[in-house]
Each structure stands twice: as structure tokens, then as C-alpha cells.
């Protein structure tokens, strides 16, 4: 996977163990799988190996791929862990520059 963006969080299960989490993504490729492209993430360690998130083209692979953490990052917090950068509590919906989701 080629990256083309990168960041590391210091991240910290609901059960207090703490551990170094970190993102990246993978420039969007032509799927060998299907008609379309692929983008690869990666959330190490929460996922042992990078998703592939599909889209019908590279910009919408991009997009679903970065959507894609987001989601599985509010999923983490949402069941009691936590996320910091230098030390603060890491602004998820900054990062991702889309609104606060919705019950």
C-alpha cells in the first residue's frame, strides 16, 4: 500500500490499556476484484490488516475509505475509549471536517 496520508493517535481502551493507534491511506487503486477502485486503511492495532473500501471511482473510494475511520474511530470512543494527540482529546469531527452525527 502506497500511503498518502498518515497519523498516529495515542489511544486508550475502555478497560485502561493504552497503545499507540495508527491510520493511514493508502492511495485509491483499480480493483482487480471488480469494476471499480479501492482505497486501503489502515487502523493498526485495531484491525490486524488494512481494510479495502470500494467505490465506484478513486475519488469515491477516497471518500468512503476516510469516512470509513472515521466511523470505526467514533465506534471506539463510543464504547468508552479514548483518543489523544499531544496530550488533548483528539477532535474526530475536525479531523474529518463532517458534521456530528446523529441519533
Given amino acids: 500500500m502506497t500511503s498518502i496520508a498518515e497519523l498516529t493517535l ?27 477502485w479501492e482505497c486501503s486503511l489502515t487502523l493498526h492495532p485495531l484491525f490486524e490488516a488494512p481494510l479495502d473500501v470500494a467505490g465506484e471511482d ?17 465506534d471506539f470512543t463510543d464504547k468508552g475509549g479514548r483518543l489523544l494527540i499531544d496530550g488533548e482529546v483528539f477532535p474526530i469531527n475536525a479531523w474529518f471536517g463532517m458534521p456530528e452525527r446523529t441519533a
Wanted: charged residues 25%.
Fill in 10 to 36: 495515542d489511544a486508550v481502551r475502555a478497560d485502561g490499556e493504552a497503545f499507540d493507534l495508527h491510520i493511514s491511506v493508502g492511495a485509491p487503486f483499480a480493483s482487480e476484484r471488480f469494476d471499480g
Fill in 58 to 74: 478513486s475519488l469515491q473510494a477516497l471518500a468512503l475509505a476516510l469516512r470509513t475511520a472515521r466511523d470505526l474511530l467514533e
